[in-house]
């Protein structure tokens, strides 16, 4: 696999246009910060590191509103392995005019669009959420 992170959003883009309330997804560190943003900002149930941290996996549990739509709307991969996107911290992009997040892999750490602002960091790009 070249590119894990694109591997765990096709993951769980497909489970929830299969209505799934779980995904299973190989663990490795950048995908559990991942996973927990998209915890704090309210886009999946919740997710648990299952078994040993070389072997393991996550489980994220995905989150529906009452009429079973999953509250997920799209995923978009936005760096890639054959094209890295950076931008400073002047230039980070709004997603749906602040309706959406991007998470961002910074000197600091994997954090949203806003939190990036606030701390006034650039970084790559890694995906849009909405």
Known sequence: MTDPISDMLTRIRNAKMRKYASVYIPFSKIKCEI??????EGFIRSYKELGDTGLGEIKVTLKYTREEEPVITELKRVSKPGRRVYVGSTDIPYVKRGLGVAILSTSKGIMTDRKSRRENLGGEVLCYIW
């Open 35 to 40: 996973a927990r943003i998209l915890r704090e």
